[in-house]
């Protein structure tokens, strides 16, 4: 894994500067290319084919094909002997080579052969066309800037800020969602003219030419069939046996949760001849949850070199370089112990492999629970279903909805939005995964009425605006209910939220980070498992469990999925109320002209009496605060430390 960064024209130093905010992500070594037409850069992370002959931007025979690429190409040997049998050349064991030969084969059509996590930026030299595209699902980000002439492209946000005539105006649209929803959906960022490329996405420019063309998705129908644990449990082994193939050192992230159980336990049968490192997180305190003694249990059952990574120290002083290497902010304080965690593994490996997308796939989330339980009183009147959770104390609530802290009566207010809206499912998930009610839009922005009166005039639904969740999303036809959902946490929540945490804190500390579950071809099988293989009344991912129960201990198989824990009470008693208090005063916020100070300081006066919620709005409105200070009011291109941001 890499960090790829360039555009159209010829700038030396700023692709120099560019490349240089990218180190993180290959220190191994940097490349350029530029031949007053485009300019190309690279950072290398040396994974396969370590000699000098995988360095970047890599070209073809003749030099009419140069390529910049971040990822690797798990088939790129079954891909390598197609391609010799057609007389091509190769130059190099690389994955990247078979890319450039097969866009010389196939054209635009050599994406259908990639399975692999990708992003990459081809210059071809006869048509002079800029061609760049990025995975399937998303496991490899790519951000560019295009205003009708002048095209920058980059890894992560902070190189294309290198341009300093790129302008860092503040998309209001995206603030909002991520108040809303702690990530920001779709292809928008923070920044009003930079855009993230979609997954399974592609853009071709030539010229003043700009397109952007789809070339994957998931089905938007699902045809329900009964596959089998043993299929399920083959097509996983194929998966992890192509992502542990490297020229170094690799690892498995391994939580106590049955994901990254079922990774472990299968690389651990595939190289019986060596021993496989693993890595747990925890904390320095007892918890509900504790990660670190189920993450033990399946290192012993498995036989692994185990390694445990306790978070202690300042919670607040890190956070500047965290959102230094996120470009964003991000609401979810799971960020913490997984920059701790790959800080920890990159001593002993190069590569990790992680559970991410088991969840989405196979069912795995709360909310969906939730829901189907809710689709049961559909036909109870609103009124009568939000009088009754009005006369029911917070702790017989807790017992239904299946959180880590106490609901409160912050989470009370929002179960009642929710109830209320079951007669529209889009805007009843919409109240599930948001952490704010609709009483919290009006007290937190300042001019939220005015948004509202806007957007009603167009007819459009608040729901836009709430959350991303629309009818070509969340699929008008109609499948069924719980298929939809995961569908729409496949298309935004994955690759917004789950993966930019993955590659942004393993990227960090230069270490590549696999996916087992994220092969498209393991997606699309899952994808038409039948709804009742993946959640049913007493268990989420059904098949997976019972593909799983040859190589785990049972009560691993049969545990109860819970979401990572982290000590949100502990830090706010010790760092977070104080931060805020220092961060939100009534001169700041007024400066700002974005927030209403009583309730910001609502949130943390009375976050010991709900603190699911105002947990979650807290982190997430300093995380924004600190990073407008760092990237929009300094305009800084460097970690900052607290104390300047203060």
């Known amino acids: 894994m890499c960090g790829i960064c ?11 500067q560019m490349n240089t905010l990218l180190t993180h992500r290959g220190p191994d070594g940097e490349g350029f290319y530029s031949d007053g037409k485009v300019s190309l850069g690279h950072r290398r992370l040396s994974i396969i084919d370590l000699s000098p002959a995988g360095k970047q931007p890599m070209t073809n025979e003749d030099q009419t094909v140069w390529i910049t690429f971040n990822g690797e190409i798990y088939n790129f040997p079954e891909l390598r002997k197609e391609l010799e049998k057609r007389g091509h050349s190769f130059s190099s064991h690389t994955d990247t080579e078979t890319i450039i030969h097969g866009y010389e084969e196939w054209g635009e059509n050599v994406l259908q052969k990639l ?44 190189s294309i800020l290198a341009d300093q005539t790129i302008p860092r105006t503040l998309n209001q649209n995206a603030v909002r969602q991520y108040l809303n929803l702690r990530y920001i959906p779709g292809e928008e960022t923070l920044f009003q003219q930079i855009s993230i490329l979609p997954p399974g996405q592609l853009i071709m420019l030539r010229g003043k030419e700009f397109l952007i063309k789809k070339y994957w998705d998931l089905p938007s129908q699902q045809n329900g069939k009964m596959g089998t644990a043993v299929e399920v449990r083959e097509r996983l082994q194929e998966s992890v046996r192509k992502r542990l193939v490297a020229d170094v050192p690799v690892g498995v992230y391994l939580s106590g949760g049955i994901d990254s159980a079922g990774i472990t336990a299968l690389a651990a ?32 059952h498995c036989r692994t070199d185990h390694t445990e990574i306790v978070v202690n120290g300042s919670v607040a002083e890190l956070l500047p370089k965290l959102l230094w290497h996120l470009d964003q902010p991000h609401g979810d304080p799971v960020i913490i112990p997984q920059f701790h965690l790959s800080e920890k593994a990159r001593e002993k490996v190069k590569v990790v492999l ?15 629970k939730t829901m189907l339980r809710a689709q049961k009183i559909q036909g109870i009147p609103a009124l009568f279903r939000k009088n009754a959770v009005r006369a029911v104390p917070v702790k017989i609530l807790d017992y239904f909805f299946d959180y880590p802290v106490s609901l409160g009566e912050k989470g009370k207010e929002k179960v009642l939005d929710f109830l209320g809206n079951l007669h529209d499912e889009e805007k009843a998930y919409a109240d599930l995964i948001s952490i704010l009610s609709n009483k919290d839009r009006k007290r937190l922005f300042l001019h939220q009425k005015k948004e509202d009166e806007r957007l009603s005039g167009k007819g459009r639904l608040s729901i836009k605006r709430e ?16 298929h939809r959902m995961m569908y729409f946490d496949t298309k935004t929540w994955l690759p917004n939220y789950v993966l930019f945490i993955n590659d942004r804190m393993t990227m960090a500390n230069g270490i590549e ?19 009742s293989l993946k959640l049913n009344q007493q268990q989420n991912k059904v098949i997976l469990r019972e593909a799983l129960k040859p190589l785990l201990p049972r009560k691993i198989v049969e545990g109860k999925k819970h979401a990572f824990f982290t000590p949100l009470d502990r830090w706010y008693k010790e760092e977070l109320k104080g931060l805020a208090e220092q961060l939100f ?33 807290l982190f997430t409105v300093i995380n924004l605060e600190l990073w407008q200070r760092q990237f929009i009011d300094q305009e800084k291109l460097a970690p900052q430390k607290l104390s300047t941001l203060l």
């Open 354 to 368: 992680s559970g991410e997308g088991a969840d989405e796939l196979l069912g795995g989330y709360v909310q969906y």
């Open 585 to 617: 005063t009534p001169s700041s916020v007024t400066a700002r002209g974005m927030y209403n100070y009583e309730y910001l300081k609502n949130i943390w006066e009375k976050y010991p009496k709900s603190p699911l919620l105002y947990g979650k709005q």
């Open 269 to 300: 049968k595939l190289k019986q001849d060596e021993t496989v490192k693993t890595f747990s997180v925890g904390f320095d305190h007892s918890s509900e949850v504790d990660e670190l003694s189920r993450a033990k249990i399946i290192a012993q």
């Open 513 to 531: 980070g696999r996916t087992p579950f994220l092969d498209y071809t393991f997606v699309e099988h899952a994808h038409h498992l039948h709804h």
């Open 6 to 16: 360039g555009f159209n024209g010829e700038d030396k130093s700023l692709l120099r």
């Open 467 to 482: 959350s991303p969740i629309e009818g070509s999303l969340f699929q008008k036809e109609r499948q069924p209910l719980l």
């Open 115 to 158: 399975n692999g996590m990708f992003a990459f930026a081809l210059w071809d030299t006869k048509t002079e066309m800029l061609f760049l595209a990025r995975d399937r699902l998303g496991v490899k980000p790519l951000y560019y800037f295009w205003n009708g002439e002048k095209f920058v492209f980059a890894s992560e946000i902070k």
